[in-house]
């Protein structure tokens, strides 16, 4: 059961902007806890987009970035391209389970 | 970097064990964790251990059937699944955690996953 809420779907044209939301509560997201991003491309492995909030690894590009809230995260990807096309996890730490949270995953489709 | 094995068919209430070969990386100064998918759903974080093997959690729904383990000599991580049942059916990806806290720690290295299937 993911505590971490998205939305199920977004989509746009390639270039365009779209942002996923990620909602938790005050014992995950509302703390200092920070939030992690994933890309996961059909049939593959999750791949980490971004970490601490709004950081990018080495690679990935810069069109995809990332900020946080109070019980909120987004992830924003700016000129969406046809590789984008994936499902999203947001991820964080609930401190009231004490156990690691994705969200409920965001599929990307462009159009 | 992470390579798991395994997985496989089993029948409703046995068991099997997961291994995940590590390398690449100093495996002892890192957390470690187990990750799955059910067929169609979203991740679910499993399990993790601390890098020395002292700090162990599990998620409420695999305590008391699930062991994870450690062996920073040989550079595996285990993942031992007892009472199995229909919903513990999914990909389990073996996980290296980065961070400074507990509380912010991320998975920057994930392996292939290897496919556990419980018939009922």
Redesign the interface.
């Known amino acids: 059961q ?1 505590v971490l809420t998205q939305p199920p779907s977004v989509s746009g044209a390639p270039g365009q902007r779209v942002t996923i939301s990620c909602t938790g509560s005050n014992s995950n997201t509302g ?4 939030v ?1 991003w ?1 890309q ?1 491309l059909a049939g ?5 987009l971004i ?2 909030n709004n950081n990018r ?1 080495s690679g990935v590009p810069d069109r995809f970035s990332g900020s946080k809230s109070d019980t909120s995260a987004s992830l924003v990807i700016a000129g969406l391209q046809a590789e984008d096309e994936a499902d999203y ?1 947001c ?1 964080s ?1 609930d ?1 009231s ?9 965001t599929q990307v489709t462009v159009l | 970097q992470l390579l798991e094995s395994g997985g496989g068919l089993v029948q409703s209430g046995g068991s099997l064990r997961l291994s995940c070969a590590a390398s690449g990386f100093t495996f002892g100064n890192f957390a470690m ?1 187990w ?1 799955r998918q059910g067929p169609g759903k ?4 499993v399990s ?1 251990i601390h890098g020395g093997g002292d700090g162990i ?1 599990y ?2 729904f695999v305590k008391g059937r699930f062991t994870i383990s450690r062996d920073n000599s040989n550079n595996v991580l285990h993942l031992q699944m007892n009472s199995l049942g229909a919903d513990d059916t999914a990909r389990y ?1 073996c996980a290296k955690f ?2 400074s806290l ?7 290295v ?4 290897t496919l556990v299937t419980v018939a009922s």
């Open positions: 993911s703390t200092d806890h920070d992690h994933y996961q593959t492995a999750p791949k980490l970490f601490r690894p996890y991820q730490y401190s389970m004490s156990a690691y949270v994705f969200g409920t995953g | 964790a990750v979203g991740l679910e974080w993790s959690f998620a409420d990806y980065e961070g507990l509380e912010h720690w991320y998975i920057d994930w392996g292939r996953g």
